[in-house]
């Protein structure tokens, strides 16, 4: 008897009455398009045309470069799970595609984005705290006589905090060696990030970590070997927005549906802090994506997927201020597939994910029709 593979975006569709079909491939040329390929005709729809319309700026600016051959940005409220906006855009031949299921139809490998879960599931478990120490073993750590993990910049001992600011493989991956593959494959079950992403093209899904030889698991703590939607990153990370409750996203209201209890509260306010010291600190992979008047969380990841082509993104959201009662607004995700040397996901996706943010925080005033 054959598998039944259900793909992530056909559940999401699921979830939605008279929602376009992913696949199809209607020219959409405004935001108002946009909306409406991703909700149809669903009355109770809850992507926002105003965030959609910053989305859908900010995608022509990446895809006007010339060697970015696609980009996807997706936003969700994290309280609900609610999408409040997502495209996409693809180099096809001589013309660029508007696609704004994108970051549902093709999985990726996040790269060190990754580590945050990690991270976070040591700190749940009490494995560690932001003040452990842990060797970078000089910047290559030797497993066995095949395995070697390696960062780009050698260090010597850091803390944990650290470990997440300098994007450490070696940090990471020791971290992970004292938790076990258990609470890291619970913790990516509960974060549906098991699932099959597509139907077509390649499947997504990341290893069953719990049944993986040491070496294996350790990669895959630290970003490697793993293939996940981007809408089922920026889902993931609702829980490190919403005291540790994972929302699956929904396009409806009436799609929306319980949260998941990923990891404690204090650990996501803990994860908050660690998440935005690597924009905070000027020596953070995060740090292009601060702002000058509200503080960000995220982290960056930088994955090669050919020879000369790279998958640079970054996941991440601003911290809730005491007027909206510190609740986080929205998490923003921003991928980007680019030829061009030398940029990662601190230098491509953090900045452009710093635009949006900047964006829908301030939104531009109203304007009022002027009397004739």
């Known amino acids: 008897m054959p598998t039944l593979r259900v793909s992530f975006a056909s559940v999401l569709l699921s979830l939605c009455v008279g929602c376009a079909s992913q696949t199809s491939q209607a020219r959409v040329t405004t935001p108002e398009g946009a909306r409406e390929a991703l909700c149809g005709t669903a009355t109770d729809c809850t992507v926002d045309l105003a965030a959609q319309r910053v989305v859908e700026a900010e995608l022509d600016r990446l895809s006007a470069e010339p060697k970015n051959r696609r980009a996807v940005i997706v936003v969700i409220e994290p309280l609900t799970g609610a999408l409040i906006a997502m495209g996409g855009r693809e180099a096809r031949a001589e013309t660029t595609i508007n696609e704004p299921w994108l970051a549902a139809l093709r999985a990726v490998d996040p790269g060190s984005v990754m580590k945050s879960f990690t991270i976070a599931s040591a700190l749940d478990h009490g494995v560690v705290d932001e003040t452990t120490k842990v060797s970078g073993e000089g910047g290559k750590w030797r497993l066995d006589e095949k395995e070697v993990i390696t960062d780009r910049v050698p260090r010597g001992e850091m803390s944990v ?68 939607s981007p809408l089922q990153l920026a889902a993931a990370y609702t829980a490190f927005a ?36 690597t924009i905070a600190r000027d020596d953070g992979t995060g740090a292009p994506a601060r702002l000058p008047l509200h503080a960000v969380a995220g982290k960056t990841g930088t994955w090669q997927v050919e020879e000369g082509v790279s998958w640079a993104n970054f996941a991440g959201f601003p911290l809730g201020e005491a007027a909206t009662g510190n609740k986080v607004p929205f998490v923003v995700y921003v991928g980007v597939e680019t030829t061009a040397t030398g940029y990662s996901g601190g230098t491509l996706a953090a900045p452009s994910a710093a635009r949006v943010i900047s964006a829908l925080l301030n939104p531009p005033p109203a304007t009022t029709p002027t009397a004739r």
């Open 161 to 228: 905090e650290d470990v997440m600011v300098f994007s450490s493989n070696i940090g990471t991956a020791k971290i992970a060696q004292q938790l076990g593959g258990e609470p890291l494959a619970e913790l990516y079950a509960t974060l549906q990030l098991r699932e099959s992403v597509t139907q077509k093209m390649r499947a997504g899904n990341v290893p069953k970590v719990d049944l993986l030889t040491e070496p294996a698991m350790l990669r895959v703590a630290f970003g490697a070997d793993v293939e996940i």
């Open 242 to 277: 919403d005291e540790g409750r994972y929302h699956p996203v929904a396009v409806t209201k009436a799609g929306q549906k319980t949260p998941r209890q990923a990891f404690t509260a204090m650990t996501a306010t803990r994860m908050q802090r660690l998440l935005a010291q």
